[in-house]
């Protein structure tokens, strides 16, 4: 095969030397740290129109275009970040064939018809800046509907509040600060994260962030901070690290808070009064620290369900009795298992439902009665299954199963039954009847079993031949779940390629044990886990 000669733009350099507990190492490329550098700048100018050179000219790019572009435009709408109160009121957005964002739309009840309620283009027309919606949270009586908006792709947007009663923005906008809020339970206002520093290139940016209070009406420039370093000295919260809180219904008697701690993987969590969510500075008790090993868990009621690892690398499931339980102990409710991970739950007034997922692409659900797990049958296999429920009040849960090949489909259980209940239409791709998915184990280099996705057109003819396109991610204890994906992997396949996904240690997959298999001393098992599943293709004359 002829070698082709690239003529890369050479990178600058600036060698320095530096001298760590007598051992002398030499940087070539620290000049390329400054950003601010013309030298650098110039650099970066010259390698984005060397690649862009070379990506617009490569053979059939521009039929592989088209055929994405034909895809995406079959579908007439998308509904997304659906919020339900709790006496049934609907807010969603829904993004329509062709338009450049989403609008905020509203239902009375789920059988109403839907009113466009806010579109970000009539926000600040003056300013001729592109506006999206980042996320949208109605309070919990309906009245007030916050939106978190920004443009240009700039991470930290504003806040503003629209009065459903009037269908008018209020005049305060809410500006240093992220997306996600918390409403008071009488819904006269909400608990956001303000953000000190949000420039991007400022060392400090994410440090000393605060939990504000805010009372609709009230000057939003006058911080009422409630949870900080500050406020609470006594947690020794550093600068770096970050504070939150849950609260999942307004009847609930206890407000939870928790720290991000840079140290530790899990989550440390304490308790107050709902009463000084509103007021004062709370005086948080401990409930979980973080040797519990607890994920994000739900309140019912004083008593508090979560998944842990702890003593169980592939998850289980416990609760804690707020002031009956003592803080270490806890009792299990969903046991472990051997070859499934816990992978996510929803609390209902039917019961507690929750998944099981093995090797990080095939998913089962289940509900729990009576201390007993009652498998739920599913209309298809699952490659992964998310679950979202009202509240433990309320028997209304949405679940939502996909797949490498199959689109995300909506579902209510009702009378012991999955009905359908999608707000976004289910199009047809015909284009990929013809696919099928292999998953297998590959043995990577110390013998241990990495999960391989692998998805062509059904009857190719294994000649080594074939484009493949592969990813992984390993890090973080995260995982990469079956994703329908018609407008860009999908569509790869449909031209003679091949995707594939290598569940590598250092994710989620295969739960505790193998996030930490791929962790800190351990992290070369990751790119040798990625190999070894490139190498089985190649064996296996999937590709060359």
């Known amino acids: 095969m002829k070698q082709t000669k690239y003529n890369y733009p050479l990178a600058p350099s600036k060698p320095v030397t530096e001298d760590y507990f007598g051992t002398k190492i030499t940087d070539h490329y620290r000049n390329l740290?400054?950003?601010?550098?013309?030298?650098?700048?110039?650099?970066?100018?010259?390698?984005?129109?060397?690649?862009?050179?070379?990506?617009?000219?490569?053979?059939?790019r521009d039929?592989?275009?088209?055929?994405?572009?034909?895809?995406h435009q079959r579908q007439a709408f998308n509904v997304s970040n659906i919020n339900v109160t709790i006496d049934d009121q609907c807010f969603f957005l829904k993004k329509q064939r062709r338009a450049e964002s989403a609008q905020v739309f509203y239902r009375r009840t789920e059988q109403s018809e839907e009113e466009l309620v806010f579109d970000p283009k009539d926000y600040k027309p003056e300013t001729q800046k592109k506006y999206v919606i980042q996320s949208i949270s109605p309070s919990w009586d309906g009245r007030y509907l916050v939106i978190a908006i920004t443009n240009s792709g700039i991470e930290f947007g504003e806040l503003i509040i629209l009065d459903l009663s009037t269908r008018k923005l209020l005049p305060y906008t809410i500006t240093h600060c992220y997306k996600q809020i918390t409403w008071f339970p009488n819904s006269s206002g909400f608990v956001y994260t303000h953000c000190p520093v949000i420039d991007v290139n400022s060392k400090n940016l994410h440090n000393d962030t605060k939990l504000v209070r805010y009372?609709?009406?009230?000057?939003?420039?006058?911080l009422d901070v409630f949870f900080s370093k500050d406020t609470h000295?006594?947690?020794?919260?550093?600068?770096?690290?970050?504070?939150?809180?849950?609260?999942?219904?307004?009847?609930?008697?206890?407000?939870?808070?928790?720290?991000?701690?840079?140290?530790?993987?899990?989550?440390?969590?304490?308790?107050?009064?709902?009463?000084?969510?509103?007021?004062?500075?709370?005086?948080?008790?401990?409930?979980?620290?973080?040797?519990?090993q607890a994920g994000y868990g739900r309140l019912n009621g004083d008593t508090y369900v979560y998944p842990t690892v702890k003593n169980a690398p592939n998850g289980e499931l416990r609760s804690i009795t707020i002031g009956r339980e003592s803080l270490g102990t806890s009792t299990l409710l969903v046991e472990t298992e051997v070859d499934t991970i816990?992978?996510?739950?929803?609390?209902?007034?039917?019961?507690?439902?929750?998944?099981?997922?093995?090797?990080?692409?095939?998913?089962?659900?289940?509900?729990?009665?009576?201390?007993?797990?009652?498998?739920?049958?599913?209309?298809?296999?699952?490659?992964?299954?998310?679950?979202?429920?009202?509240?433990?009040?309320?028997?209304?849960?949405?679940?939502?199963?996909?797949?490498?090949?199959?689109?995300?489909?909506?579902?209510?259980y009702v009378n012991k039954q999955l009905l359908e209940a999608n707000m976004s239409p289910l199009d047809s791709y015909p284009e990929f009847d013809d696919f099928v998915v292999k998953e297998v184990l590959v043995k990577s280099h110390d013998g241990e079993e990495v999960p391989l996705s692998i998805i062509h057109k059904?009857?190719?003819?294994?000649?080594?031949?074939?484009?493949?396109?592969?990813?992984?991610?390993?890090?973080?204890?995260?995982?990469?779940?079956?994703?329908?994906?018609?407008?860009?992997?999908?569509?790869?396949?449909?031209?003679?390629?091949?995707?594939?996904?290598?569940?590598?240690?250092?994710?989620?997959?295969?739960?505790?044990?193998?996030?930490?298999?791929?962790?800190?001393?351990?992290?070369?098992?990751?790119?040798?886990?990625?190999?070894?599943?490139?190498e089985y293709l190649i064996s296996e004359n999937y590709t060359c």
């Not at 009372?215 to 006058?222: A, E, H, L, V, Y």
């Not at 000084?276 to 620290?289: C, F, H, S």
């Open 33 to 60: 740290e400054n950003l601010k550098d013309p030298e650098v700048q110039d650099w970066f100018q010259a390698q984005g129109e060397y690649a862009k050179n070379i990506l617009e000219n490569i053979p059939g």
């Open 215 to 222: 009372s609709i009406g009230d000057d939003p420039k006058q």
């Open 458 to 534: 059904k009857g190719i003819e294994l000649d080594g031949q074939h484009p493949t396109l592969m990813s992984g991610y390993g890090s973080n204890n995260y995982s990469i779940p079956p994703r329908f994906a018609p407008f860009d992997k999908l569509v790869w396949v449909a031209q003679g390629g091949i995707y594939c996904v290598a569940h590598v240690r250092g994710g989620g997959e295969k739960g505790e044990e193998w996030f930490q298999a791929g962790r800190k001393a351990n992290k070369p098992n990751t790119w040798k886990d990625f190999i070894a599943c490139t």
């Open 63 to 71: 039929r592989l275009i088209k055929q994405m572009e034909d895809l």
């Open 342 to 412: 816990i992978d996510n739950f929803a609390l209902t007034s039917e019961g507690l439902f929750f998944t099981r997922v093995r090797n990080g692409v095939e998913s089962k659900l289940y509900l729990l009665e009576d201390g007993k797990e009652i498998n739920i049958p599913l209309p298809r296999p699952a490659g992964s299954i998310s679950l979202a429920s009202k509240g433990v009040s309320y028997p209304d849960i949405l679940i939502t199963i996909t797949g490498w090949l199959n689109p995300p489909t909506q579902y209510k």
């Open 233 to 292: 000295p006594q947690l020794n919260i550093t600068s770096i690290e970050g504070v939150y809180i849950h609260l999942f219904d307004p009847l609930d008697k206890y407000v939870l808070g928790g720290v991000y701690r840079t140290s530790m993987p899990h989550v440390e969590l304490y308790y107050t009064s709902i009463d000084q969510l509103e007021d004062g500075i709370p005086d948080w008790k401990p409930l979980l620290t973080a040797e519990d």
